[in-house]
């Protein structure tokens, strides 16, 4: 749990994202193919693409952010430094009590959470990088990231790792045992699994449904909890699929008026197309992608809440905003709080799920 937990934090206007992970990949597919005979991914045959440099190596993320800044201002940080050397209130502890508790509770099955957006940029991914991060912070058993992106999914980049290995890879060979699955994945410094879509940042094809499952079941069982990144959308096959087959939702959306009526029309949606049942597993995130919002968040908040879901807002975050790898140490407090939140409202919602249609 992070020492500066406030809820109060959580609920002003809105995003930014997780740490980097450039070493994780260390861990990862690399090593881990090497002793377990996992097949090398084919070698591309194609011309230098865009953004490589010489022998067809990628340019590193970090090298295209002029400058990767905290989330919050120095003397702001100095500020939480001495409010926390002269430590918290009441509540605060009893929050914090509260988040710890529930993160040692065991499951009753692998737990999946499925993070979704009606449209893409609204930070769908660096939702999905943070709170599977926090989760794997804070528990002891394994937790996993999963890119259900079927094109190019950044979910990889937003954890710092660069897998060479992907779930088509995962899904052909069929593993028995965690450590033959182990070898598919890339583990970032903070001890979290990531199974990717794309091979060393590269599409490795579109893939149905059925793949996507049949990768993600042959190592979900040997962990507790699976946080999917799906498509942008909530209409495509491969997404309709996760999102009913989870424990829990978050629905990410941007923190403007067209975000608070995007969202409401996917609630709207979910609950005409026989899926109401979705609605007691949701948490709705809205996600502030500027330093100022006027739209009235307040007003938007209670036409949200009106289905019953809680509805956390997300700042904005310097360095969550520059789309390159997160470093946990760099997220602003209230951003950090305010995905924390998001984690104990959803996880709470998995456990008490019996199960997904």
Known sequence: MHSEFDWEAAVNPVLGGVASGGEAGQDGP??????????????SAHPEAPGQVGGGHQVPADDLVRKNQHGDPLARR????????????????????????????????????AVASVRGGAGKTTMAAMLAT????????????????????SLPLRLGVNP??????????????????????????????????????????????????????????????????????????????V?????????????TVDGALSARGALEWYAANDLGGLLSRTVIAM???????????????????????P????????????GSSVEVAKVSAAARTAVTRVVHEVFSRSLAAGGPR
């Open 30 to 43: 690399e090593a881990a193919g090497a002793s377990s005979g996992v097949p090398a991914p084919p070698v």
């Open 78 to 113: 100095m500020g939480r430094g001495v409010r926390g050397a002269m430590g918290g209130g009441a509540r605060e502890a009893r929050e914090k009590a509260a988040f710890a508790d529930l993160m040692q509770r065991s499951v009753p099955s692998s737990r999946q959470i």
């Open 134 to 153: 926090e989760l794997a912070l804070n528990r002891a058993d394994r937790v996993l990231a999963a890119d259900a992106d079927a094109e190019l999914g």
């Open 164 to 241: 060479q290995l992907s779930l088509f890879d995962l899904a052909a060979h069929n593993p028995n045992t965690f450590q033959e699955a182990e070898g598919f994945l890339t583990r970032t410094q903070h001890g979290l699994y990531v199974l990717s879509s794309t091979r060393g940042g590269r599409i490795a094809g579109e893939f149905t449904l059925e793949t996507f499952q049949t990768a993600l079941s042959s190592v979900s069982r040997y962990v507790a909890a699976t946080v999917v990144d799906c498509g942008a959308g909530i209409l495509t096959e491969v997404n309709r699929g």
């Open 243 to 255: 999102v009913t087959s989870s424990h829990g939702l978050v629905l990410v959306t941007p923190g």
């Open 287 to 309: 996600v502030a992608h500027a330093p100022q919002v006027n739209a009235d968040l307040q007003r938007a908040q209670q036409m949200l809440a009106a289905w019953g879901l």
């Open 311 to 322: 509805v956390v807002f997300v700042p904005y975050d310097r360095h969550l905003a520059t």
